[in-house]
């Protein structure tokens, strides 16, 4: 043998030789149920024995286990990446739309407009999200505190005319 060939090692050999008692298996049937108690989320690597172990139940894992686990997280943090993009193009183009029905997000420059809005600030005690006028009458969306869902309120939205919201704050 030359000294070239000698620092060869046959990959299926190696996988003959080691101890499979030292590794975790592949299987997802395994991950999923034998060691469920551990999702191996923080691992080290040793660049010299090229061993894959968790950190926190210090088990040497099968590396290409877990470079499956890797891969299947990308993907889903891609499409999570990919959903929020979308979801956020969509709430963008919902307020292009409202804007153009004439939904004010902001306090408005047109003085008659700028009054409204500051009529809601002084009968909410905070700015709305927007106002809108409908019919005959200025409307408010407002963020309102929802149920709570698991300990975290969740808020919601109301609508409110702006001679209900000036009621309210004269009734309190």
Known sequence: MTEESDNIIDFAEALLNRNPHDLLPITEEYHAGAYSECQHMRVSLDDQTHRVTCRDCEKDLEPFWYLKLLAREWKHRAYQDEYTLKAYAELEQQRKNAQARGHYFSRPSDPLKAGVWDAFVDALGESPIAIFHQGRQWMAEVATPGPTID???????????????QSMKNKS
């Open 151 to 165: 300990g975290v309120q969740v808020p919601q939205r109301a609508w409110l005319a702006l001679e209900y919201a």
